[in-house]
């Protein structure tokens, strides 16, 4: 392979560089030679390498092949590639909307239990303790706040959400009491207010993991201003996720791990092997249980784990698509082949008579052994009446 002459020159001149600077020294003339020999790498360096990056291309691509098979490369298997991690984001951006939904979907069931249980005393006009529940609508505590008289309470709060402020329309709320979380339906009756709460603690995300078939974990966010503008990033540790965008940082963090970690025997989840981490930010409003106003800078939000294997399958199940029925139940399997009738087959009607093959039509061989004795004897008595009428003009 031949070489130009820059090749050669910025070569020479490179490893002129390279050995001046090495025997250069600190004083008098060996410092000359020094600066002589870095001048000369710097002046050299690039020349070279450009230099030697076209012989290397050139010497890759000088025959037809190599050059055929780097052009497939670039424009058959690249655009793959990137068509390829674009549907993985897309499906990893769509497991994890989808799980996260289904999440929140489970837990505003509860919360609608709640409220339908608190809608139960809108009219009573006594107090009187709400009666004990299960399934969704179970609680673990209630208050009841009068507008005159004492107020009435158990549970962990006690009478503690007196400074919660309930609208007409009623209220869901995420509360928060010293380490401990609380989801929260109130309602205003004629007896007074209505709190029903139930513990958001790791027995309700067990709960909600075994309907939801994944991983749920409650999480309270809070959003720092920064004076620094970053570019924006994700960062997750087991437990908490970082979000920083230009002008303020989000983390997100359980709220039950402590809880978890003193457990004596680890409870595995649906989706321990999944791969789709999300987070979803529930519309609730987060409130202090004694002070009743908003945390500032933090809400409630949920974060899942599941696999797109999963998501998928719940999203479309066991169906088949098939011509010979194989996806379609064991009985529309049956009532399908059961409709289906033989090319030229016929099927007579109950409420056929015998009358109607007298009237001229030839009746089909065989037909007599198939009627009925009755049948018969209103074949004979017709044909002796039509005997009959027959006869008596000649008579």
Request: hydrophobic share 40%; no cysteine; aromatic share 6%.
């Amino acid at each position: 392979m031949t070489v130009t002459r820059t090749f050669r020159f910025s070569g020479l001149a490179l490893l002129a560089g390279i050995l001046l600077a090495n025997l250069g020294g600190e004083e008098g003339f060996a410092e000359l030679v020094k600066v002589v020999g870095v001048l000369a790498i710097v002046v050299a360096a690039p020349v070279f390498g450009v230099s030697a990056l076209r012989h290397l291309l050139r010497g890759l691509l000088w025959r037809v092949g190599s050059r055929l098979f780097v052009s497939y490369l670039l424009i058959g298997v690249l655009p793959l590639l990137l068509v390829a991690g674009l549907v993985s984001a897309a499906l990893y951006i769509l497991a994890g909307q989808s799980g996260a939904r289904r999440a929140e979907t489970r837990l505003l069931a509860r919360l609608d239990a709640l409220e339908a249980k608190a809608s139960e005393f809108a009219g009573r006009e006594r107090a009187r303790r709400p009666e004990a529940a299960t399934g969704s609508g179970s609680f673990d505590g209630w208050a009841l706040l009068p507008a005159s008289g004492a107020a009435e309470g158990d549970g962990p709060l006690g009478t503690l959400l007196s400074k919660i402020t309930v609208p007409e329309q009623g209220l869901r709320a995420f509360v928060q009491d010293a380490e401990k979380s609380y989801l929260l339906a109130a309602r205003q009756t004629k007896a007074g207010t209505l709190f029903l709460y139930r513990n958001a603690d790791a027995t309700l995300e067990d709960e909600l993991s075994t309907e939801a078939g994944l991983n749920v974990r409650f999480g309270l966010g809070k959003t720092e201003a920064k004076a620094e503008a970053k570019a924006s990033q994700v960062e997750g540790t087991k437990g908490s996720l970082t979000i920083t965008s230009p002008g303020r940082t989000t983390r997100v963090s359980t709220l039950n791990a402590d809880e978890r970690r003193a457990r004596a025997v680890k409870k595995p989840g649906p989706a321990d092997h999944g791969l789709v981490v999300w987070f979803l930010p529930l519309d609730l409003p987060a409130l202090d249980a004694t002070t009743g106003t908003p945390t500032k800078d933090e809400g409630a939000a949920l974060l899942v784990r599941t696999s797109m294997t999963a998501e998928f399958q719940r999203l479309f199940g066991e169906a088949k698509l098939s011509s010979s029925g194989e996806g379609l139940a064991p009985s529309q399997s049956r009532s399908s082949r059961g409709s289906a009738s033989p090319r030229g087959s016929s099927t007579s009607s109950p409420s056929s008579s015998p009358r109607s093959s007298s009237s001229g039509s030839p009746a089909p061989p065989g037909a007599s052994r198939t009627a009925s004795p009755r049948s018969r004897k209103g074949i004979s008595a017709s044909a002796r009446s039509s005997a009959g009428t027959t006869s008596s003009p000649a008579s």
